[in-house]
């Protein structure tokens, strides 16, 4: 299939312009890569991997008559659910939680050998639809590659969007916010720790998938941005209580 761009309007040009994405940190090297959900982070990382110079197609629920805009800005290439990883090397999921269990009904295919990227977090009845598993302390990775029958590499779950926007910065600079990365596959993660210094970010290796419950919402990692050694710091003084604390809040806030 094509993955040629989109050509962009005058307006969408100008707003292009206005994005505080910065060009000058990329050094892409066009890896076909597909994001599945075209929100918030969708969006951040569809710009961001275009302007380094990748190969993205997107994908939303609505369909992709309702990607236009951004395919003019980014060049990305709006697809179907069934043909947005067709021959991709990565593949962002960046919906919510309870779409995640939709997916493979809704025609989401995965390559074998991509790899298969989990941004999301489980908000109970504030955002999702309540999972008993996920609600007994499944991890919501190991959750998440069941749902998607593939493998996942857990990544961009912690960064708040207006820094995953603008943060971004070339390495070496003092303070460059970092990212917890894990995942069961070294090959995989690294893929993925050299995308992520692609678009200005730092990234730390938080181990295997099993111990991806140390960036889950709630910890010390979640929704802040932290340098590399706060990362680290983080990560060590996780527990698990605190992502149960996070979601007792969110529940009680929306049963209010
Ligand atoms: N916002 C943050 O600061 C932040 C930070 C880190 C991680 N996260 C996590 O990253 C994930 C995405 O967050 P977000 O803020 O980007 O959400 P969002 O702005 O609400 O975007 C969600 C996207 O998922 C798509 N989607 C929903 N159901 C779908 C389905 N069945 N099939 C295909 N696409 C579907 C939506 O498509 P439509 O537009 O067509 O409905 C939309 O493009 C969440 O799990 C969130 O917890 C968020």
Known sequence: MDRGSVSASADTVERAEEATIESDI???????????????I???????????????????????QTLAELAAETGAVPSTLAEVAEDAQVVIVSVTMDAIAELRMAGL????????VDTNNYAPVIRDRRFEELDNGVIESRWAER???HPVVKVFNTIPVADLRSGGVPAGTPGRIALP?????????????????QIGFDAVDAGGLDDSWRQQSGTPVFAVALDAEGVRKG??????????????????????
């Open 181 to 197: 990365i894990a995942g069961d596959s070294p090959a995989a993660k690294a893929t993925m720790i050299d995308l992520i210094d």
């Open 235 to 256: 990560l060590t003084e996780a527990h698990p209580a605190q992502t149960k604390a996070w979601r007792a809040h969110w529940v009680e806030v929306a049963s209010a």
């Open 109 to 116: 295919v995965l390559p074998d050998d991509a790899v298969v």
């Open 147 to 149: 749902q998607l029958a």
């Open 26 to 40: 990329y050094e892409g090297n066009g890896m076909n890569i597909a994001i599945v959900g075209a929100g918030k």
């Open 42 to 64: 969708g969006g951040a990382l569809t710009r961001h991997l275009t302007a380094a110079g990748h190969h993205v197609r997107i994908a939303n629920r609505r369909g992709p």
